[in-house]
Nanobody, 124 residues
Framework: QVQLVESGGGLVQAGGSLRLSCAASGRTFSSSAMGWFRQAPGKEREFVAAIRWSGGSTYYADSVKGRFTISRDNAKNTMYLRMNSLKPDDTAVYYC?????????????????WGQGTQVTVSS
């Protein structure tokens, strides 16, 4: 059974930092693209960042570019999202996702596997 489990969310003040982790189990995702999405109350799920299977290519939403860094450790079957200079607008439930292809996409329904989400709240 494939499982993606996020951790690292929490409450932080504006300007602060958090690091999210996504631990995968049930299969190896070393050949899969992975990504982070987020969903705020009353809003649609939106793309945050994605990383190619090899980890050598990444892509970010304009809203987080320069502040967030996505990375992965295939040996540990784990993906990370380092979030710096957090803003209240970053408040959302953050989800990790994986797809059965090596190339990333920015559309949520092109991902096959999802975690349960972790809440990130940024206070002003």
């Amino acid at each position: 059974q494939v499982q993606l489990v996020e951790s690292g969310g929490g409450l932080v003040q504006a300007g602060g930092s958090l690091r999210l982790s996504c631990a995968a189990s049930g299969r190896t995702f070393s050949s899969s693209a992975m990504g982070w999405f987020r969903q705020a109350p009353g809003k649609e799920r939106e793309f945050v960042a994605a990383i190619r299977w090899s980890g050598g290519s990444t892509y970010y939403a304009d809203s987080v570019k320069g502040r967030f860094t996505i990375s992965r450790d295939n040996a540990k079957n784990t993906m990370y999202l380092r979030m710096n200079s957090l803003k209240p607008d970053d408040t959302a439930v953050y989800y990790c996702a994986a797809r059965d292809e090596p190339y990333f996409r920015t559309i949520w329904h092109e991902y096959n596997y999802w975690g349960q989400g972790t809440q990130v709240t940024v206070s002003s």
